[in-house]
Structure formats: C-alpha cells, structure tokens
C-alpha cells in the first residue's frame, strides 16, 4: 500500500499565491510516501514545502522553473510499476495523447505524469496509462482562465493502482477515484 | 539482634544471601540452553520421565533435578552457610514441610501428570499442586498455565471444539483488524458489480472514474474514514514494533535474524496490534509486551506440535485473561484511584510493615525510599525484570496458581524480596538501598517462594 502524490503546474508565486486551503489542509506529512511533481512549481520555497510533505521528491523541468537543475524527465520504479514524469510543454502538439503515448513507450513505463495543460485526464492506451493531474492551484493555462485545482493521489497495493483524483469544484472539494490493474505479462520485456 | 516482629525462622543464616553473589552469567547461557533443547525436543516426543530417574535424559535436561551433578551447582552456590549446598537451579521446590528438594520434585510431577490426565480435571487441586512448581523438563507447563488460566476447560473432552472455537475467533479478529485500508477498498469494491480496468490491449480510451462513498480517501481528515483511522493507529503500531523488537535481546527466541526469531516478533507484534485495536480504553502500553514474552515462550515450546502451532492464537485469550486482573494498574487515570497502581504499592507498604515494622520503618521513614521507586516495574510486569527468564516463569508458575488472582501472591512475594535482603537493606542508605532494590540480587527462587508463602500463614 504505496501513497504516490502527484502534482504540478503550480505556478507560484507567479499565477498563483498558494495552494486552496482546502488542499492544504488535506496535505499533511506523514501518510504520503513519494511525490511525483511536473513541474512549473515554480520558486524554491513550493519544493521546500513539498519536501515536508514527503522526503522522496521527484521534480521535473517546466519552463518557468527557476531551479534548472531539475531534468527534463525522470523515471522510477515504485512497486510493481514504472513511472515516467514529464512536464509536458516538450511534447508538441501539447496535451496529444498519441504523442504522449510515444513518449511513454520511449520511456518505456507504465505509468505516465506529466502536466503542462491544467487539465485533469487519465487516459489508457495499449502502452500503458497516462495521468495528468492538472493544476494544483488553478493556475490559468496557455489555453484557458478556466481551470479547477486538481491533483491525484495513487495508492499502488501491488498490481492494482487506485487512483484517486481530488478537485476543487465551486469550493468544495470532489474526490472521485479510477481504479485499474495490471496483468502481470503485459509488456513486452526487453 | 533486637527483633520486631520478625519470626525467628526467617531469622536463621539459611535465608540471607552472601554479599558476594555469584556472577550470574555463568548460569545464564546454561539456563537460557536449556530451555532451547526443550523446545528443540519438542518434536521429539520426548515422554515425561518421572523425575527421579534422571541419568538418561541428563543430556538434553541442563535443568535436571538436583539429584543428577549438573555442572550448574558447581559452578553456582548461593548459601554457603546451610550444610547442603541450596543452589540456584529453577527447580522444582520444597513443599512447606520438607526443604529437600531431592524428594519433592519426585512428588510434582507425577501428581500433575495424573491430575492432568483424568477425564475431568479438578483445577483447585491443580492449583494446589502447581503452586509449588511446575517441573521444566516434562513441558506440561503449557497445559498448566492455560487450564489455571480458564483457556482450556477443565473437561477435557470440551478441549478440540473449545480450541478450535477460540482459535477461528483470533484468526477472524486478525482478518478484520490487521488489515490496511487499501485491502479493505479492494475487499469493497469486489463486493460492487464494479469491474476495474484491465490492462489489456483492445481498449484504449478515457479511464472512467467513479464515485467513492463516504469521503473514503487517504487523505480524509473525517473521523469515521479507514485511512484516518488506519493512520492514527500507525503510531501504537510503531511503538509495538519498537517494544517487541527490544523484549528479551538475549533470547534466541526472540531476538536476532533468524527467521524463527522474527516468526515470533511478528506473532508478538499481532497478538499486542490486536489486543490495542480490541481494548480502545487502554490500548497499548509499555511493558506489556514483557507480559505477553513469557506466556508466548510456554506455548510456543509446548511439545505438542498441533499446540506449539497455535500458540498465537492461544497466548492472546490467555494474555487478556492474564491482563484482565491488572488492566487497571496500566491505565493512567486511574493511577491515584483505589484500584490504581499507588494503592497497590500501598498495600505493599502495609503488608511489610505487618510482617517486618523494622525494615519497613527504616526504608520509609528513616531512609526515604519511597517503594515507588522500586514496587512500580516489580507489580505492573509482575516480577517479568527482577529475575532470569527461567526463574520468572516459576515465580508465574506460583503466581498463576493462586485461586484468589495473582494479585495477593504477587504482593507477598514481593514482601517476601524485601525481608530476604533485609540485612543489607537495614545496613544501608537511600543511594545503595534504591540501588539494591532496583538491580534486585540474584537469589533462590525456592526460598523466595517458600518465605512468600509462610507470610500467608502468618498474615
């Protein structure tokens, strides 16, 4: 039983000022065992509070990061799952998924995060999934002002993920969740 | 000497211990082998063989009766003083009238024996029996213990159905509550038509997301989410994990990286998770995984194999049954009320003063050793620290035999720790009494158990 957060697209202190309370409140340290980040956080001070949430940070490269020391994608293996996290904003069209669903299988994962767009998807392909956990504060995107925080929290128990996706919608908090399993001889090994 | 009170018995130079205690090591690596071969033999269905016949199974019993020269009494011997050397061997004892030991281990064991294998076993003659000791070698402990604890009914035609009764009672609270909350989503959801996604080749498309009922995600803050639960429980489950981990470091049993030693940590770990889970108002607290080591180890090396494979199962009735007489004693409110802990102590106080005002006066009130100090780890781990781990499982033995609760043995022999060292308590001052009575000196368990019971006569 495996606690993964994945969040992104940030943008403070430049979109935005700081995570909904009601999101806040939510995050505390200690249930939380890694946190995947897309990036666009975008100062130091936001991966220092995501470091308390969680001491396994993994952060990839948005443009408007100041920190360039991030990379431009970053793998790892939690589980029975691989995980790839991208930003995004380097897969042209942006937000594509049969271009995402090249990158995945460049990167040869099963799992796929990656942001750039705000939008929450999660999307399945033969090659594996796709989850896009939006904006965690809302922040307006290149396509639109309109945009809900969002941000996802998957619990890997084994070859089963459970996700669980958690929007702010008019104030109140939705939390709705997407449930898929993994056959042990899906992928061709290599 | 000016005696107060004091009978003259407890006065004779055959109680006082040397100032010198033998190094108690040596006797340690010996006594804590012995118990392994009986455990290891378990299987080997070793018959009991009546004590007095000792020559043939001397290999495998270290802890053979006096009568056989067991290397032990060389290298330890207390008492100097008396004619025959008392040595300190977790044996079986002398009976109130006869201080030898030779005959009176030969009088124990068949006794129990054939109590325990009538049809209908009568306890109070079982208690009786018991508590002038239960022989090591035999390994019939493990049925003494949970008889005179009620675990086993005393009919023993009722013992398959009532064990396999209690045994699928843990193992369905082991189902429910040793679960984490992902188990318990995943439990839930095969419950509802609902299908997961496979990951299979045919499909692609958006995933579909359903709602979840009742704010049941892990990050829930509402009271009545597993996840909230399932993470404020996750801090008694460390402290256990970390309690169980240092119970007994010296003990192959139960410590270090063998896989048996581990198999017994996680059974440890599980009976006290949910006993915690079960007793909401007093939870876990320190010290009770040193009640349930001693009551796991008797089970555990039953040589019976269908018994020694439940022993998990069997420890935790016999752990509540066991802690239902001093739950109060670990509840903190209760601390200061008349069934806490301090009017414990008090009683203890009372008792010494009954028996030896002398040396109660001169530790209370001229050298301020308040008994707190000391009675505290003695009553709530009932004695579990004071001694080596063989001696403490006869000092149970005594204990568990009392039909009104160990509660009244224990005090007395608590009483009955202080006067045998009264000389040197009276001959010193708060620094070195509080150091004595906390570092409590190796002694013979049969004297001790012996002067206990002489304070119930007198009292």
Redesign the interface.
């Known amino acids: ?1 495996v ?1 993964v957060l994945a969040i992104g697209d940030l943008h403070i202190p430049h979109r935005a000022s700081d995570l909904p309370q009601k999101f806040k ?4 340290p ?2 939380i065992q890694h946190i995947i980040c897309t990036g666009n956080l975008s100062i130091k001070e936001v991966h220092d509070y995501l470091k308390s949430l969680c001491p396994d940070l993994h952060v990839t490269r948005g443009e408007y990061d100041e920190d360039s020391r991030y990379p431009e994608t970053k793998t790892l293996t939690i589980g029975q799952f691989k995980l790839g996290i991208c930003h995004g904003h380097q897969v042209i069209p942006w937000g594509d998924l049969d271009s995402l669903a090249m990158l995945q299988r460049q990167l040869d994962v099963d799992i796929l995060v990656t942001g750039h767009t705000h939008q929450f ?6 090659g594996g ?1 796709v989850i896009n956990p939006g904006s965690a504060t809302g922040a307006y995107s290149s396509f639109t002002f309109d945009v809900n925080p969002s941000f996802v ?1 998957m ?1 890997i ?1 084994g070859l ?1 993920v ?5 929007e702010l919608i008019d104030g109140e908090v939705k ?9 042990a001889t ?1 992928r061709l090994a290599h | 000497m000016v005696k107060k009170k004091v009978p003259d018995w407890l006065n004779s130079s055959l109680w006082s211990t040397t100032t010198a205690p033998p190094p108690p090591d040596d006797d340690r690596p010996q006594r804590y082998a012995a118990p392994k071969p009986v455990a290891a033999a378990a299987s080997a269905a070793e018959p009991p063989v009546p004590v007095v016949a000792p020559p043939a199974p001397a290999p495998t019993h270290v802890h053979a009766p006096v009568p056989v020269p067991v290397p032990p009494r060389d290298v330890v011997s207390v008492q100097q003083e008396p004619p025959k050397p008392q040595v300190i061997v977790s044996d079986t004892r002398p009976s109130n009238s006869d201080r030898n030991d030779d005959e009176n281990g030969s009088f124990v064991q068949p006794q129990l024996l054939s109590e325990l294998s009538k049809k209908v076993i009568n306890v109070r003659e079982l208690r009786r029996i018991a508590m002038q000791g239960i022989p090591d070698g035999a390994g019939i402990r493990s049925t003494v213990w949970k008889l005179l604890l009620g675990y086993l009914p005393p009919d023993r035609g009722l013992w398959p159905s009532e064990l396999a009764k209690k045994r699928s009672q843990y193992k369905h609270f082991k189902d429910d509550l040793l679960v ?4 318990i ?2 439990r839930l ?1 095969k419950s509802t038509i ?1 299908e ?6 045919e ?10 009922t009742h ?1 049941e ?5 509402g009271k009545s989410s597993i996840w909230n639960q399932f ?1 404020q429980d996750s801090e008694i489950m460390e402290q256990i994990d970390r309690d169980v981990k240092r119970t007994h470091p010296d003990m192959h049993f139960f410590s270090g990286d063998s896989s048996f030693a581990k198999s017994n940590q996680e059974a440890l770990k599980n009976i006290l998770i949910v006993f915690a889970k079960l007793n909401p108002g007093i939870r876990y607290v320190q010290g009770m995984n040193e009640i349930l080591a001693p009551l796991y180890y008797v089970f555990k090396s039953d040589p019976d194999e269908e018994f020694s494979v439940s022993a998990e199962a069997d420890t935790f009735f016999c752990f509540v049954e066991l802690l239902s007489g001093f739950r109060d004693n670990f509840c903190q409110q209760l601390d200061n009320s008349v069934v806490g802990i301090r009017s414990t102590i008090t009683r203890l106080s009372q008792l010494l003063k009954e028996h030896d005002e002398e040396l109660w006066r001169h530790l209370e009130v001229t050298t301020k050793v308040n008994p707190q100090f000391y009675a505290f780890r003695w009553i709530t781990l009932l004695l579990t620290q004071e001694f080596n781990f063989a001696d403490s499982l006869h000092i149970w033995d005594t204990l568990l035999s009392d039909p009104d609760g160990p509660q009244e043995t224990l005090l007395r022999v608590c009483c009955a720790m202080l006067i045998l060292i009264r000389r040197r308590l009276l001959a010193g001052d708060f620094t070195s009494n509080l150091k004595l009575l906390q570092n409590y000196p190796p002694t013979n368990i049969s004297h001790l158990l012996y002067v206990a019971n002489k304070l119930r006569t007198l009292g």
């Open positions: 039983m606690l409140s939510m995050l505390v200690g249930k998807k999660a999307y399945k392909h033969e999934v929290l619990d128990d089963r459970v996700v669980y996706v958690y939390v709705d969740k997407i449930d898929f399993k993994k056959t899906t | 984490n909350p992902s188990e989503t995943r959801d609902y997961s996604e496979e990951w299979k080749c499909s692609s498309g958006f995933l579909s997301r359903s709602e979840i704010d995600h892990p990050l829930s803050l993470f």
